[in-house]
């Protein structure tokens, strides 16, 4: 693909390719986006609750909402390469790739938090499916390298992948590393949210 020396002019064309966007675009970007910013405001939203009431949570815990935040912009950016640019491109794969790791993702997250009330039995699962995350990520990372080294992507959808590999990595492991300390703070954030 086709970029200028100007960093910036690249970005914001682009940014700008969301306004070739179709019906369907909308509706894929609309709930991936939005399926990750439920992520972000119900992680974030439990922590912040508990600090609020003066729960005292290990630094790491931040890096949660943190994560997830730095995963969203990635996203919501990188999406709109995929709705448009390379839409075509993504259909040697890439997209079932992009499923299956969202599908690890999603229940990695979703055996974490059942893990709360399940440690023993779903340790492994939940271990298993972050790794599975992880290592699906990967590969979605060496099919977008592939793709660029024959010159179908662009250097800002490959730093959006950086960004989107920095959060998810930053967010799942500061998740898995809460879950294994016990979950300390959880408890007492609980307390403060009758209808959990």
Sequence with gaps: MNTSPNFLQDTITYANRIHSFER???LYYIRWVGLMLGLLFSTAGFVITGWAHGVQYPAYVWNVPIGTFIFIGAIAFDTIGHQT?????LKNGERLVHLITIFAGVSSCLLLC????????????????????????VIDEWMHWKRFMAGNSDRIEMWSHFFIFLGHLIMIISWWTWFEAGYPGVKETLAYIPLL
Excluded at 85 to 89: R, T
Excluded at 116 to 135: A, K
């Design 24 to 26: 369907e675009d909308w």
């Design 85 to 89: 640019a390379y839409k075509e491109a």
């Design 114 to 137: 059942l893990a709360y009330h399940f440690p023993v039995f779903l340790r492994i699962p939940s271990l298993v499916f972050v790794i599975l995350s992880i290592f699906y990520s």
